[in-house]
Protein backbone atom coordinates (compact mmCIF):
# COMPACT_ATOMS: atom_id res chain seq x y z
CA UNK A 1 0.00 0.00 0.00
CA UNK A 2 1.30 2.97 -1.35
CA UNK A 3 -0.50 5.30 1.22
CA UNK A 4 -2.44 7.38 -2.02
CA UNK A 5 -5.77 5.37 -3.02
CA UNK A 6 -7.68 5.94 -5.64
CA UNK A 7 -11.34 4.89 -6.61
CA UNK A 8 -12.73 3.45 -8.29
CA UNK A 9 -10.56 0.70 -9.60
CA UNK A 10 -12.29 0.02 -12.25
CA UNK A 11 -15.12 2.08 -14.51
CA UNK A 12 -16.64 1.41 -17.67
CA UNK A 13 -19.25 3.70 -19.07
CA UNK A 14 -20.81 4.39 -21.92
CA UNK A 15 -19.84 7.62 -24.56
CA UNK A 16 -20.78 11.29 -23.92
CA UNK A 17 -21.59 10.46 -20.18
CA UNK A 18 -19.53 11.41 -16.57
CA UNK A 19 -17.39 10.18 -14.55
CA UNK A 20 -15.13 11.34 -11.47
CA UNK A 21 -12.06 10.01 -10.01
CA UNK A 22 -11.63 10.14 -5.98
CA UNK A 23 -7.92 10.26 -4.83
CA UNK A 24 -6.41 10.61 -1.16
CA UNK A 25 -2.85 11.35 -1.03
CA UNK A 26 -0.39 10.37 1.32
CA UNK A 27 -0.98 11.96 4.90
CA UNK A 28 0.83 14.94 5.19
CA UNK A 29 1.34 15.43 1.37
CA UNK A 30 -0.25 18.88 0.10
CA UNK A 31 0.68 18.52 -3.39
CA UNK A 32 -1.78 15.79 -6.10
CA UNK A 33 -0.88 15.30 -9.36
CA UNK A 34 -3.00 13.69 -11.89
CA UNK A 35 -1.53 11.57 -15.05
CA UNK A 36 -2.69 9.81 -17.78
CA UNK A 37 -1.69 6.94 -19.29
CA UNK A 38 -3.40 5.50 -22.65
CA UNK A 39 -1.98 2.49 -24.30
CA UNK A 40 0.99 2.74 -25.15
CA UNK A 41 1.77 6.11 -23.97
CA UNK A 42 3.47 7.16 -21.28
CA UNK A 43 2.35 9.22 -18.31
CA UNK A 44 0.58 12.13 -19.67
CA UNK A 45 0.60 14.66 -16.91
CA UNK A 46 -2.95 16.58 -16.79
CA UNK A 47 -2.72 18.63 -13.61
CA UNK A 48 -1.48 19.71 -10.07
CA UNK A 49 -3.12 21.07 -6.68
CA UNK A 50 -0.87 22.26 -4.16
CA UNK A 51 -3.21 23.11 -0.95
CA UNK A 52 -6.77 23.23 -2.62
CA UNK A 53 -4.93 25.62 -5.11
CA UNK A 54 -4.14 24.90 -9.11
CA UNK A 55 -0.46 24.61 -9.33
CA UNK A 56 0.21 23.64 -12.88
CA UNK A 57 -1.92 22.29 -15.49
CA UNK A 58 -0.56 20.03 -18.59
CA UNK A 59 -2.43 18.29 -21.85
CA UNK A 60 -5.57 18.35 -20.03
CA UNK A 61 -9.03 18.97 -22.15
CA UNK A 62 -11.28 21.52 -21.63
CA UNK A 63 -14.11 18.47 -20.86
CA UNK A 64 -11.77 17.60 -17.75
CA UNK A 65 -11.97 19.16 -14.76
CA UNK A 66 -10.50 18.52 -11.24
CA UNK A 67 -10.64 20.08 -7.85
CA UNK A 68 -9.01 19.51 -4.16
CA UNK A 69 -10.80 19.73 -1.26
CA UNK A 70 -9.96 21.22 2.49
CA UNK A 71 -9.28 17.76 3.63
CA UNK A 72 -6.80 17.75 0.54
CA UNK A 73 -8.34 14.64 -1.47
CA UNK A 74 -8.77 15.20 -4.99
CA UNK A 75 -11.03 14.34 -7.61
CA UNK A 76 -10.90 14.39 -11.58
CA UNK A 77 -14.27 15.17 -13.56
CA UNK A 78 -14.39 13.61 -16.76
CA UNK A 79 -17.53 14.72 -18.66
CA UNK A 80 -18.46 14.33 -22.79
CA UNK A 81 -17.28 11.39 -22.32
CA UNK A 82 -15.24 9.50 -25.80
CA UNK A 83 -13.79 6.00 -26.26
CA UNK A 84 -10.11 7.58 -26.88
CA UNK A 85 -10.76 9.01 -23.35
CA UNK A 86 -10.07 5.29 -22.65
CA UNK A 87 -6.93 4.88 -20.21
CA UNK A 88 -5.23 4.58 -16.69
CA UNK A 89 -5.45 7.21 -14.43
CA UNK A 90 -3.25 8.02 -12.32
CA UNK A 91 -3.12 10.24 -8.87
CA UNK A 92 0.37 11.15 -7.27
CA UNK A 93 0.93 13.09 -4.03
CA UNK A 94 4.39 14.82 -2.79
CA UNK A 95 5.72 15.97 -0.22
CA UNK A 96 5.47 20.13 -0.17
CA UNK A 97 7.75 21.86 -3.12
CA UNK A 98 8.00 25.09 -4.29
CA UNK A 99 10.07 26.54 -6.87
CA UNK A 100 13.92 25.76 -6.86
CA UNK A 101 13.57 23.58 -3.70
CA UNK A 102 14.12 19.55 -4.12
CA UNK A 103 11.82 17.23 -5.98
CA UNK A 104 12.35 14.19 -4.44
CA UNK A 105 9.76 12.33 -6.54
CA UNK A 106 6.05 11.35 -5.54
CA UNK A 107 3.85 8.31 -4.80
CA UNK A 108 1.19 6.78 -7.54
CA UNK A 109 -1.64 5.26 -6.37
CA UNK A 110 -2.54 2.20 -7.67
CA UNK A 111 -4.80 4.11 -10.59
CA UNK A 112 -8.55 3.96 -12.11
CA UNK A 113 -8.73 2.20 -15.54
CA UNK A 114 -11.48 3.83 -17.51
CA UNK A 115 -12.71 2.15 -20.25
CA UNK A 116 -15.06 4.06 -22.27
CA UNK A 117 -17.64 2.00 -24.85
CA UNK B 1 6.33 17.35 -28.06
CA UNK B 2 8.20 14.50 -26.47
CA UNK B 3 10.87 16.04 -24.01
CA UNK B 4 11.64 13.10 -22.75
CA UNK B 5 12.13 10.03 -24.69
CA UNK B 6 12.95 6.01 -23.97
CA UNK B 7 14.03 4.61 -27.28
CA UNK B 8 13.64 1.45 -26.73
CA UNK B 9 10.07 -0.02 -26.28
CA UNK B 10 11.64 -3.15 -24.57
CA UNK B 11 14.49 -5.18 -23.00
CA UNK B 12 15.37 -8.94 -22.62
CA UNK B 13 18.11 -10.06 -20.30
CA UNK B 14 19.40 -13.20 -18.75
CA UNK B 15 19.46 -13.47 -15.01
CA UNK B 16 22.68 -11.69 -13.39
CA UNK B 17 23.53 -10.13 -16.52
CA UNK B 18 23.42 -6.51 -16.45
CA UNK B 19 20.53 -4.10 -17.64
CA UNK B 20 20.90 -1.05 -19.27
CA UNK B 21 18.19 1.07 -20.09
CA UNK B 22 18.48 4.79 -21.28
CA UNK B 23 16.39 7.75 -21.89
CA UNK B 24 17.58 11.07 -23.64
CA UNK B 25 15.84 14.78 -23.05
CA UNK B 26 15.55 18.00 -24.93
CA UNK B 27 14.60 20.72 -22.20
CA UNK B 28 17.89 21.96 -21.16
CA UNK B 29 16.10 23.27 -18.10
CA UNK B 30 15.25 19.68 -16.90
CA UNK B 31 17.68 19.70 -13.56
CA UNK B 32 16.39 16.90 -11.87
CA UNK B 33 16.14 13.09 -13.09
CA UNK B 34 14.24 10.03 -12.18
CA UNK B 35 13.61 6.48 -12.41
CA UNK B 36 9.94 4.87 -11.77
CA UNK B 37 9.00 1.06 -11.99
CA UNK B 38 5.99 -0.31 -12.72
CA UNK B 39 4.83 -3.64 -12.21
CA UNK B 40 0.83 -4.41 -13.79
CA UNK B 41 -2.10 -3.53 -11.88
CA UNK B 42 0.06 -1.15 -9.40
CA UNK B 43 1.22 2.05 -9.73
CA UNK B 44 4.70 3.05 -10.12
CA UNK B 45 7.47 3.20 -7.73
CA UNK B 46 10.51 5.85 -7.18
CA UNK B 47 13.43 3.53 -7.91
CA UNK B 48 16.61 6.01 -7.91
CA UNK B 49 16.91 10.00 -8.78
CA UNK B 50 19.85 11.87 -10.00
CA UNK B 51 20.34 15.70 -9.37
CA UNK B 52 22.24 17.07 -12.77
CA UNK B 53 25.16 18.57 -10.50
CA UNK B 54 26.04 14.83 -10.27
CA UNK B 55 26.96 12.77 -12.89
CA UNK B 56 26.67 9.42 -11.19
CA UNK B 57 24.34 7.83 -8.58
CA UNK B 58 24.18 4.42 -7.01
CA UNK B 59 21.83 2.51 -4.28
CA UNK B 60 22.53 -0.96 -4.11
CA UNK B 61 22.16 -2.85 -7.45
CA UNK B 62 20.87 0.33 -9.17
CA UNK B 63 23.10 3.06 -10.63
CA UNK B 64 22.41 6.28 -12.48
CA UNK B 65 24.25 8.03 -14.88
CA UNK B 66 23.88 11.31 -16.17
CA UNK B 67 25.18 12.72 -19.24
CA UNK B 68 24.26 16.52 -19.11
CA UNK B 69 26.21 17.34 -22.59
CA UNK B 70 24.38 14.98 -24.37
CA UNK B 71 21.13 14.96 -22.68
CA UNK B 72 21.14 11.46 -22.05
CA UNK B 73 20.76 9.45 -18.54
CA UNK B 74 20.86 5.84 -17.74
CA UNK B 75 20.05 3.15 -15.84
CA UNK B 76 22.12 0.19 -14.98
CA UNK B 77 21.06 -3.00 -12.98
CA UNK B 78 23.44 -5.43 -11.88
CA UNK B 79 23.03 -8.09 -11.94
CA UNK B 80 19.50 -8.30 -13.16
CA UNK B 81 17.05 -10.41 -11.22
CA UNK B 82 14.05 -11.91 -12.72
CA UNK B 83 11.82 -9.92 -10.27
CA UNK B 84 13.14 -6.88 -11.79
CA UNK B 85 10.99 -7.75 -14.84
CA UNK B 86 8.45 -4.17 -14.96
CA UNK B 87 8.31 -1.15 -17.01
CA UNK B 88 10.71 1.46 -16.32
CA UNK B 89 9.58 5.13 -16.95
CA UNK B 90 12.47 7.85 -16.82
CA UNK B 91 11.10 11.49 -15.92
CA UNK B 92 12.53 14.68 -15.80
CA UNK B 93 11.68 18.08 -13.67
CA UNK B 94 12.64 21.54 -14.09
CA UNK B 95 12.65 22.51 -10.14
CA UNK B 96 12.91 26.22 -11.00
CA UNK B 97 9.44 26.24 -12.57
CA UNK B 98 7.48 23.16 -12.86
CA UNK B 99 6.08 23.22 -8.65
CA UNK B 100 6.92 19.24 -8.93
CA UNK B 101 5.39 18.58 -12.20
CA UNK B 102 7.24 15.66 -14.31
CA UNK B 103 7.63 14.67 -17.50
CA UNK B 104 7.80 10.99 -18.42
CA UNK B 105 8.98 8.81 -21.17
CA UNK B 106 7.02 5.93 -22.80
CA UNK B 107 8.47 3.85 -20.95
CA UNK B 108 10.71 0.33 -21.39
CA UNK B 109 9.64 -3.25 -20.62
CA UNK B 110 12.41 -4.96 -19.61
CA UNK B 111 12.48 -9.06 -18.61
CA UNK B 112 14.77 -10.68 -17.15
CA UNK B 113 15.00 -14.44 -17.74
CA UNK B 114 15.87 -17.19 -15.35
Known amino acids: DSGVTQTPKHLITATGQRVTLRCSPR?????VYWYQQSLDQGLQFLIQ???????AKGNILERFSAQQFPDLHSELNLSSLELGDSALYFCASSVPNSPGGPNYGYTFGSGTRLTVV | DQQVKQNSPSLSVQEGRISILNCDYTNSMFDYFLWYKKYPAEGPTFLISISSIKDKNEDGRFTVFLNKSAKHLSLHIVPSQPGDSAVYFCAASDSGTSYGKLTFGQGTILTVHP
Open chain 1, 27 to 31: SGDLS
Open chain 1, 49 to 55: YYNGEER
